[in-house]
């Protein structure tokens, strides 16, 4: 497809248990973040990546989230042990190499921790 | 924290045209004033950006005061469809993070 695709739209899980999110963003896009959204609030930065560098993880909460990026491509937010304060909209967004930071969005995946 | 601040709700009528506000006194001379919008239930989406000077699109026009001390985002003939929150950022470009404050909840009304 031609926009940013996550999956599952929508995931329900019980305390404790940890979920995977998956973003995959636009074909050639190098420059990948996730965020988090709270029901009424802004944006939340989570991590970023940028190529072959290192990530940006200064915007995970706890060592409960951790995220990879395979090839380049495909990304993988994981959250062990959810409490239910995870629960909130997790936003994955692409951006192209360059000078910009216009960055193009998926619909997000809804997080409910029971 | 953000570096902006927008009001928190405006109202604006079908047709007219919708004018946002946006106040960042403190950006930076390398910084870029970005423009987003998040309709219901879904990703934001990309609408705007400027350094200093004015900016105009398809989907619409963005304003710069000279000092840059504040700006305002201009839907010339807004639609139901342009109800949404409107977020406006300031970020030097290729810089990694986004700041994300609050927005502006636009209410288009028939």
């Known amino acids: 497809g031609a926009g940013v695709s996550q999956s599952p739209s929508n995931k329900v899980t019980e305390k404790g248990k940890d979920v995977e999110l998956r973003c995959d963003p636009i074909s050639g896009h190098t420059a990948l973040y996730w965020y988090r959204q709270s029901l009424g609030q802004g944006l939340e930065f989570l991590i970023y990546f940028q190529g072959n560098s290192a990530p940006d993880k200064s915007g995970l909460p706890s060592d409960r989230f951790s995220a990879e990026r395979t090839g380049g491509s495909v990304s993988t937010l994981t959250i062990q042990r959810t409490q239910q304060e995870d629960s909130a909209v997790y936003l994955c967004?692409?951006?192209?190499?360059?000078?910009?930071?216009?960055?193009?969005f998926g619909p997000g995946t809804r997080l409910t921790v029971l | 924290d953000a570096k902006t601040t927008q009001p928190t709700s405006m109202d604006c009528a079908e047709g007219r045209a919708a004018n946002l506000p946006c106040n960042h006194s403190t950006i930076s001379g390398n910084e870029y004033v970005y423009w987003y919008r998040q309709i219901h239930s879904q990703g934001p989406q990309y609408i705007i950006h400027?350094?200093?000077?004015?900016e105009t699109n398809e989907m619409a026009s963005l304003i710069i005061t000279e000092d840059r001390k504040s700006s305002t985002l201009i839907l010339p003939h807004a639609t139901l469809r342009d109800t949404a929150v409107y977020y406006c950022?300031?970020?030097?470009?290729?810089?990694?993070?986004?700041?994300w404050g609050l927005g502006t909840s636009l209410a288009v009304n028939p």
């Open positions: 400027g350094l200093k000077n004015n």
């Open positions: 967004a692409g951006r192209r190499g360059g000078e910009h930071n216009e960055q193009f």
């Open positions: 950022i300031v970020n030097a470009g290729n810089n990694r993070k986004l700041i």
